[in-house]
């Protein structure tokens, strides 16, 4: 099934679309593939933000800036391992019986599932700019990360 296809689904039944890519089999190269897929949803969600951010400040051109956000992006991958590392040990430390890789799918996929509302961010910060709307929706895109992710983690670990 396409991704977009499992986004939509996630969103109305996370546990059944988690328990559908459990049920692929491991596959680290998989895997990495939603983290990647998620970094340049999350890119592409950075431009309208750095566009406005040139504009204000044109001693700061957009290709610096866009730059500086990518390789940010890729320095940044070990932290998402990590991440996924600490949410498997408190996971086993309340009786969880997963794995690393059920973890680390867990995150990945919970990062892709919000990847819509990541654009979303990016537009407001880009069109809006700070204010109560910016701060709205990075309360709600927050709060539905760490939701699937907490659901997902249950998942991965029973």
Known sequence: ?????DIVRSWHSP???????LARGRSEPWAFSLL?????VAFVAQWPGASRNAFYTPEMPISAQMLAIGMGM???IPLWYLLAAIGHWIAKALGGQGDHYRARLALFWALVTVSPLM????LVKGM????PA?????????AAFLGFWIMNLIEAER
């Open 1 to 5: 099934m396409p991704v977009t296809t």
């Open 119 to 122: 654009l979303l961010l990016g």
């Open 36 to 40: 990647i897929a998620f970094m340049i």
């Open 128 to 131: 809006i700019g700070p204010g």
């Open 74 to 76: 890729l320095a940044f």
């Open 134 to 142: 910016l701060v709205s929706v990075t309360v709600v895109t927050t």
């Open 15 to 21: 546990r059944r679309v988690m328990q559908s890519h």
